[in-house]
């Protein structure tokens, strides 16, 4: 089956300094991966979406990478600040039924 | 500019109750999704509507039914709630259903069930 896998153990870090998340997948490479962003209660909000054949995708301060050969997909937030502290979930398309398959999300915590 | 809105936000059930949870959005989207969100587990697909008029089973739709009211509105119906319906419960809507399409999603309805 087609899975997302995300380190469910918070990530804490400093104010100023460059966080990174993990988003692993099994089976077929996905044509595409998206990033979203959920606060505590509230819905998840869209940030990033790249390509099979893209590599990185760059926004503001936010990067995502896309590795076919590790079948893993980076999330940096350079420069990272209290409000950046969140959720973020890593979501995968399957090939099969043509529906997203969201990560159970990486919860990442900036100290100021 | 609402986006996607849900009602109601909280909600108590008795087991055996029924209820109808709301989603509308303003985006002039096409497809529209529910979810269900348990601690430790990522989002889950109930069912979804890729276009109006047309609805379709996502991964756990066991005790749910939908109905696209228009292209606006999206609401799913518990018949008969079971504790293991305790969740929170989020509607979403795309431009269209693909793999490369953004999802906007609303700030969920949060359901317990005694």
């Known amino acids: 089956s087609q899975k997302i896998e995300q380190n469910s153990e918070a990530l804490n870090i400093q104010e100023g300094k460059t966080a990174t998340l993990t988003c692993n997948y099994t089976?077929?490479?996905?044509?595409?991966l998206q990033w979203y962003r959920q606060d505590p209660g509230r819905g998840p909000v869209f940030l990033l979406l790249?390509?099979?054949?893209?590599k990185e995708k760059r926004k503001e301060r936010l990067k995502v990478t896309f590795d076919t050969t590790l079948k893993q997909s980076l999330f940096h937030i350079t420069a990272s600040q209290p409000a950046d502290s969140a959720t973020y979930l890593c979501?995968?398309?399957?090939?099969?039924?043509?529906?997203?398959?969201f990560g159970q999300g990486t919860t990442l915590q900036v100290k100021p | 500019n609402a986006g996607v809105t849900q009602t109601p936000k909280f909600q108590v059930l008795k087991t055996g109750q029924s209820m109808t949870l709301q989603c509308a959005q303003d985006?002039?989207?096409?497809?529209m999704y529910w979810y269900r969100q348990d601690p430790g587990m990522g989002l889950r697909l109930i069912y979804y509507?890729?276009?109006?008029?047309?609805?379709d089973k996502g991964e756990v739709p066991n005790g749910y039914n939908v109905s696209r009211l228009n292209k606006r509105e999206f609401s799913l119906r518990l018949e008969s709630a079971a504790p293991s319906q305790t969740s929170v419960y989020f509607c979403?809507?795309?431009?269209?259903?693909?793999?490369?399409?953004?999802?906007?999603f609303g700030d969920g309805t949060r359901l317990s069930i005694l």
């Open positions: 979403a809507s795309s431009d269209y259903r693909g793999l490369n399409q953004p999802q906007h």
């Open positions: 089976n077929y490479s996905p044509a595409y």
């Open positions: 790249i390509r099979e054949n893209e």
């Open positions: 979501v995968r398309g399957s090939s099969n039924t043509g529906k997203l398959i």
């Open positions: 985006m002039n989207h096409n497809s």
């Open positions: 509507s890729a276009s109006e008029g047309t609805t």
